[in-house]
């Protein structure tokens, strides 16, 4: 994979976000760039970017959020104000460009692995496009009250949208 980095996301690289997401998400609406600029913003050591020759071709983003809920699409965040429960995997996007390289699998466990470090204890997300099969290769399952925690978004992420979660083990100590 030459040419391949993975790094943090940052301001700069937003439009090209923009366009790796216009790219990706033809089933969901997708979100404006002053609201990624502010799930960036809210917590910038929870997303990443992978470049190819200069060119952001994926990207991930996660945040902390509140175990009994999933946060609204194309809303601003307030991280703050919520409790801090789960380690939420918001939006995973690789461009036409990115696909076959491995990408989507270093983002993850790049972000499963910071979820560790965090000492989060459990993972969530919304899979959405057909994506539930994807995110089970992970140890994602669908959570039982999945269709209830959706049923005032079904607009937003769509009918084949999916709540899924995973426990994150923790990291042995090292002495």
């Known amino acids: 994979m030459s040419g391949?980095?993975?790094?943090h996301m940052l301001q700069d690289d937003m439009q090209q976000v923009i366009r790796v997401q216009?790219?990706?998400?033809?089933?969901?609406?997708?979100?404006?760039?002053?609201?990624?600029?502010?799930?960036?913003?809210?917590?910038?050591?929870?997303c990443w970017v992978a470049e190819v020759d200069g060119s952001v071709v994926a990207y991930l983003?996660?945040?902390?959020?509140?175990?009994?809920?999933?946060?609204?699409?194309?809303?601003?965040?307030?991280?703050?104000?919520?409790?801090?429960?789960?380690?939420?995997?918001?939006?995973l996007a690789v461009s036409v460009r990115g696909r076959g390289r491995g990408i989507a699998d270093t983002l993850v466990n790049k972000a499963l692995q910071k979820a560790r470090s965090d000492a989060f204890q459990?993972?969530?997300?919304?899979?959405?496009?057909?994506a539930r099969s994807f995110w089970q290769r992970y140890g994602f399952a669908t959570e039982p009250q999945s269709a209830q925690v959706l049923?005032?978004?079904?607009?937003?992420?769509?009918?084949?949208a999916f709540v899924m979660g995973r426990v994150v083990e923790t990291l042995p100590e090292v002495y």
């Open 4 to 7: 391949l980095v993975i790094r």
């Open 151 to 160: 049923q005032e978004k079904r607009d937003q992420y769509g009918d084949d």
């Open 22 to 46: 216009a790219d990706c998400y033809q089933n969901v609406e997708p979100e404006d760039l002053v609201v990624l600029e502010n799930k960036r913003s809210q917590s910038p050591g929870t």
């Open 122 to 130: 459990y993972a969530r997300l919304v899979a959405v496009q057909g």
């Open 61 to 91: 983003i996660c945040h902390p959020w509140d175990k009994h809920g999933v946060p609204a699409l194309n809303a601003a965040l307030d991280i703050a104000s919520k409790p801090q429960d789960v380690f939420y995997l918001h939006d």
